[in-house]
């Protein structure tokens, strides 16, 4: 009995939650291309009918792909092949704010990290010829846009953070969070 | 020549390459799970074309968003018009942005930059 008041209470504790955080979105789950294909279906709808530019949306949509598209390449799979993750989507008045969560090997950990540090630096020109850069030396072959989507996840956005908590020997949890201003964007 | 058309889907473009109707595009979305296994087709189409193309070559793209993994097929498709050696071929790109959407304009300027050629901007 008591553990059905404790799921009454979640429930009504992630509403609550999800309301005074402004999402448009949440999701967890094992994601796959499928499901990325209908997350990106609402978020379009969603945006659409608020008033924000065409740029605004196209970035915020380009984003969530990248992220989640991420999560299905490099996330670390469970015991029996899923891979859990984690998307919220916040709206206010002048932000998007894009959350992405997911499980990485720890001994990926080290080498991610030093990426998106290296990302962190970069002027929005440096990120363009740093994409031009690798697009240049990129083979069709290669399944994953060899680095491309997180150069392209910082070009489209005015701020990336992230972190890693460590869960056990073998894997730590990845966040990341896109913070995407619209008003810094042209309106038309 | 055979036409090649390929319908959209979720996440992947609609594709019409029609010599006979001088008719080649590309619009849509393009985010599929495995880049290559969708554009291996369309550029193996592409390579015998530039081998028999005669006649002048206006490719359109008309992209509303698309993935990291789709700028190498893009610019590979771009690069091996490029190459065709029969300059009656003479090859032109529309490239076609959601009125107000620079980023996809700045893409296009992109690849104009990395094939070299001057692209045509339109926007919808």
């Known amino acids: 009995m008591s553990k059905l008041i404790d799921g009454h209470q979640l429930a009504y504790d992630w509403f609550v939650l999800s309301e005074k955080s402004n999402l448009i979105l949440s999701f967890k789950g094992d994601f796959n291309q499928d499901l990325i294909t209908v997350l990106l279906s609402i978020t379009e709808k969603k945006s659409n009918s608020a008033d924000n530019t065409d740029m605004a949306t196209t970035r915020l949509l380009t984003v969530i792909m990248e992220c989640l598209q991420n999560i299905c390449k490099h996330a670390l799979p469970t015991e029996n092949g899923f891979k859990p993750g984690l998307i919220l989507v916040s709206q206010t008045d002048d932000l998007y704010t894009v959350r992405v969560g997911n499980l990485m090997s720890n001994s990926e950990v080290e080498s991610l990290t030093k990426e998106l540090k290296d990302l962190q630096k970069l002027s929005k020109d440096e990120l363009k010829s740093r994409h031009k850069e690798v697009l240049s030396k990129t083979e069709l072959s290669s399944k994953s846009g060899a680095g491309l989507g997180l150069i392209g996840v910082f070009r489209k956005t005015d701020k990336v953070d992230f972190d890693f908590k460590k869960i056990d020997d073998l894997s730590s949890f990845f966040n990341l969070t896109a913070e995407i201003s619209v008003n810094s964007l042209e309106k038309k | ?124």
């Open chain 2, 1 to 124: 020549m055979d036409i090649l058309k390929i319908k959209p889907t979720n996440d992947t473009p609609a594709i019409t390459l029609d010599p006979e109707n001088n008719i080649f595009e590309i619009s849509g979305k393009s985010y599929p799970e495995d880049t290559k296994d969708f554009y291996s087709p369309v550029l193996k189409w592409i390579e015998e074309y530039a081998n028999e193309c005669k006649t002048e070559t206006s490719i359109s793209f008309k992209l509303t968003y698309f993935n990291s993994s789709s700028y190498k097929p893009i610019l590979d498709i771009l690069n091996k018009l490029k190459e065709v050696k029969n300059h009656q071929c003479n090859f032109k790109v529309q490239w076609h942005y959601k009125e107000g959407d620079l980023d996809m304009k700045e893409a296009g300027e992109e690849f104009s930059e990395l094939v070299e050629v001057p692209f045509t901007f339109h926007s919808f």
